[in-house]
């Protein structure tokens, strides 16, 4: 269990947890902590919402807010509001935004406000203010004010899709991608991040550093000394 009892409201949660377990006996199981909660725990229809320091965790997400509500049959809906932060279980993805909506049944996330997204995996970094992520195809759409970090790439744009599975990457909207100090700039580009090839598409642009002459100048330079 999540808590201990250090109060009566503290046992009524750790009861709570016991209703969730018999209650979805023959579904996912959901287990929660919370400094209160609003809404009767026995009843699949009804709206429950937990508040201060609240904790949620199924079979496959982990999910810490401020406030948390979940509804629907089964409770299948989970509204998270407030320094929210979690992550998948089974895919090894960490995250933090304003708020979450996430459909147990389908598995997708939709990740709201300031949204960082750690893919420990593959080594993957992004920000943006709305990710939308689907659990069942491990593939993450990011919009507006995108910002990724993998390896060396640095990659930027208006609306980016990542498939973790495949390691690719596609960005469009002003898209950029620089590489060191290497600038790649089209309409659409995608980035193979296991072999770190990139194509560009409508309207390219680039800024690629000569290494031949910058080896050949710091050669000239040590026989001068």
């Known amino acids: ?47 429950t ?31 998270a509001s407030g320094s929210v932060s979690g992550k998948n279980l089974e895919t090894n993805m960490e995250f933090t935004c304003d708020s979450l909506e996430y459909d147990r049944t389908i598995k997708i996330a939709d990740l709201k406000g300031n949204v960082d997204l750690i893919d420990k995996d593959n080594d993957v970094k992004a920000k943006a203010q709305i990710i939308n992520y689907n659990q069942n195809t ?20 208006a609306y980016a899709v990542y498939y973790k599975d495949t390691k690719l990457l596609e960005i469009s909207g002003n898209a950029q991608v620089k590489q060191n100090d290497d600038i790649f700039r089209a309409q659409f580009i995608t980035l193979n991040m296991d072999t770190q090839d990139i194509t560009l598409g409508g309207n390219v642009k680039g800024t690629v550093k000569d290494t031949k002459e910058t080896q050949e100048e710091e050669k000239t330079d040590g026989a001068a000394e």
């Open 138 to 157: 491990n593939i993450a759409i990011l919009q507006m004010k995108i910002n990724i970090h993998q390896k060396e790439n640095v990659c930027s744009g």
């Open 1 to 47: 269990l999540f808590c201990q009892r250090k109060s009566s409201s503290s046992y009524f949660l750790i009861s709570t947890i016991l209703i969730f377990s018999l209650n979805l006996l023959t579904a996912e199981k959901i287990l929660f902590t919370a400094n209160s909660m609003n809404g009767k725990a026995g009843d699949t229809n009804t709206s």
């Open 49 to 79: 919402t937990l508040s201060g320091n609240a904790y949620i965790k199924t079979e496959t997400m982990e999910i810490m807010a401020d406030s948390v509500e979940l509804s629907g049959d089964n409770y299948r809906y989970i509204k």
